[in-house]
């Protein structure tokens, strides 16, 4: 009889290369020697926006390579679902898979909290508030709505009033060490910006943001998303318009705290940490999804200069920059330098990356590790008569063969 040899997937065989070569950093994770994890010991963090993409992932890396004592989570009541039962569905996540095997109990230091970032004073309690404000070392305020069409008065709501409000909040913390808010690299990425560079500094708001916060609390919705165009003007979207807003009050309120600004690009799956390739559903509706779906071979053709910049960041490169943001700005803050810091958190300052780059790749190095569930390949060489067939039948959508950006047949 013959004997039967199975043989892995080659993108499973690949990913079980990167997860062998990690295993000597985790090693060194776990010593826990570093200057910056030596920071994070005892200290009590305080984490807005934590059932989020890049929350959960943060909440993975502080759990599994700090000893944090505990993180204070914000959540709210969704779709009929307690607080707890919404912990229990996020912590199901394959994320948490190496932190569930390396610390089995490591939900003893997760502390839920009962709120809703849109709300005045985030939705606490006083006794949550008082229990905060007299525990935490250290705020992240990730929490941010991120659809680009979202109505004006709930963009603002939760980005702009949201962050006033957690900023109040981080300014009643009697023990607070480090305040880091998340922007985007797009919050200032204006109309009349475009071919320029985006500097690590703070621009000027687009609008005070107590006269964007009460316009939003006091005027008819209807009235507000009919001037909606005129107000932001300027900026592509409401979530861009309203984070910019929300610079301000890092700006202003925050003046007096020991507070940094992240501003990370378009987030994409892990490129490391915890294991390479980790995306959730939520991070799906962006730049990872149409990833997804072009190496599927769903995702047919895409218009888009070949020399355009593709501009994002590995959701585990953005948390650790999170979290040495943390501790470089209490460290700041204790030699006496206390002017805020802005961090861009971006990859083509040092490996720019171009569409037509990742056009070679779709074309050549992702048809070596083909999913078992793909559909078809990319483009390569012999389909050009089919790139320049199409482009003559392709109406308005595809003018000019130079400028389109296929990927699979």
Same mark, same amino acid.
């Given at each position: 009889?013959?004997?039967?040899?199975?043989?892995?997937?080659?993108?499973?065989?690949?990913?079980?290369?990167?997860?062998?070569?990690?295993?000597?950093?985790?090693?060194?994770?776990?010593?826990?020697?570093?200057?910056?994890?030596?920071?994070?010991?005892?200290?009590?963090?305080?984490?807005?926006?934590?059932?989020?993409?890049?929350?959960?992932?943060?909440?993975?890396?502080?759990?599994?390579?700090?000893?944090?004592?505990?993180?204070?989570?914000?959540?709210?009541?969704?779709?009929?679902?307690?607080? %707890?039962?919404?912990?229990?569905?996020?912590?199901?996540?394959?994320?948490?898979?190496?932190?569930?095997?390396?610390?089995?109990?490591?939900?003893?230091?997760?502390?839920?909290?009962?709120?809703?970032?849109?709300?005045?004073?985030?939705?606490?309690?006083?006794?949550?508030?008082?229990?905060?404000?007299?525990?935490?070392?250290?705020?992240?305020?990730?929490?941010?709505?991120?659809?680009?069409?979202?109505?004006?008065?709930?963009?603002?709501?939760?980005?702009?009033?949201?962050?006033?409000?957690?900023?109040?909040?981080?300014?009643?913390?009697?023990?607070?060490?480090?305040?880091?808010?998340?922007?985007?690299?797009?919050?200032?990425?204006?109309?009349?910006?475009?071919?320029?560079?985006?500097?690590?500094?703070?621009?000027?708001?687009?609008?005070?943001?107590?006269?964007?916060?009460?316009?939003? %609390?006091?005027?008819?919705?209807?009235?507000?998303?009919?001037?909606?165009?005129?107000?932001?003007?300027?900026?592509?979207?409401?979530?861009?318009?309203?984070?910019?807003?929300?610079?301000?009050?890092?700006?202003?309120?925050?003046?007096?705290?020991?507070?940094?600004?992240?501003?990370?690009?378009?987030?994409?799956?892990?490129?490391? %940490?915890?294991?390479?390739?980790?995306?959730?559903?939520?991070?799906?509706?962006?730049?990872?999804?149409?990833?997804?779906?072009?190496?599927?071979?769903?995702?047919?053709?895409?218009?888009?200069?070949?020399?355009?910049?593709?501009?994002?960041?590995?959701?585990?490169?953005?948390?650790?920059?999170?979290?040495?943001?943390?501790?470089?700005?209490?460290?700041?803050?204790?030699?006496? %330098?206390? #002017?805020? #810091?802005?961090?861009?958190?971006?990859?083509?300052?040092?490996?720019?990356?171009?569409?037509?780059?990742?056009?070679?790749?779709?074309? #050549?190095?992702?048809?070596?590790?083909?999913?078992?569930?793909?559909?078809?390949?990319?483009?390569?060489?012999?389909?050009?008569?089919?790139?320049?067939?199409?482009?003559?039948?392709?109406?308005?959508?595809?003018?000019?063969?130079?400028?389109?950006?296929?990927?699979?047949?």
């Amino acid at each position: 009889m013959a004997k039967v040899v199975e043989m892995m997937d080659p993108a499973q065989e690949f990913e079980a290369k990167i997860v062998t070569r990690l295993k000597p950093l985790n090693e060194l994770t776990a010593r826990g020697t570093s200057d910056v994890q030596q920071f994070y010991n005892g200290v009590n963090v305080f984490l807005t926006g934590g059932s989020g993409y890049l929350g959960k992932q943060l909440i993975e890396k502080l759990l599994r390579a700090t000893a944090v004592s505990k993180i204070f989570v914000l959540l709210r009541s969704k779709k009929g679902k307690s607080i %707890e039962q919404r912990l229990t569905e996020i912590l199901e996540d394959p994320l948490y898979d190496l932190l569930r095997e390396q610390q089995p109990y490591f939900t003893q230091r997760l502390v839920l909290v009962s709120g809703d970032i849109s709300e005045l004073r985030l939705g606490l309690s006083k006794e949550d508030w008082d229990t905060i404000t007299e525990q935490v070392d250290v705020v992240f305020h990730l929490a941010a709505t991120t659809r680009f069409d979202e109505p004006l008065r709930v963009a603002t709501m939760i980005n702009i009033r949201g962050t006033r409000e957690t900023l109040v909040l981080g300014k009643a913390c009697k023990k607070l060490k480090s305040f880091v808010y998340v922007s985007t690299a797009y919050s200032h990425a204006c109309i009349d910006r475009i071919g320029k560079d985006l500097l690590e500094k703070f621009y000027k708001s687009p609008i005070n943001p107590e006269t964007m916060i009460q316009m939003a %609390e006091t005027m008819d919705e209807a009235r507000l998303n009919d001037i909606t165009p005129d107000l932001i003007n300027n900026w592509p979207n409401t979530y861009t318009f309203s984070k910019s807003i929300a610079e301000e009050l890092a700006h202003t309120i925050g003046n007096d705290l020991p507070l940094c600004v992240v501003r990370p690009s378009i987030v994409t799956s892990s490129i490391l %940490e915890p294991n390479p390739g980790w995306v959730d559903m939520s991070c799906m509706y962006g730049a990872s999804g149409l990833m997804c779906t072009i190496g599927l071979g769903i995702t047919h053709v895409m218009y888009a200069g070949n020399s355009n910049i593709a501009e994002y960041i590995p959701v585990d490169y953005v948390n650790n920059a999170i979290v040495i943001a943390g501790w470089e700005t209490a460290r700041r803050q204790g030699t006496g %330098e206390n #002017k805020t #810091k802005i961090y861009n958190v971006c990859s083509t300052a040092r490996n720019l990356a171009t569409w037509g780059h990742h056009r070679s790749i779709a074309e #050549k190095e992702a048809r070596k590790y083909p999913s078992p569930m793909i559909v078809a390949y990319g483009w390569n060489k012999r389909h050009a008569w089919k790139r320049k067939k199409i482009c003559k039948t392709g109406k308005k959508i595809v003018q000019n063969v130079k400028d389109a950006y296929f990927l699979s047949a």
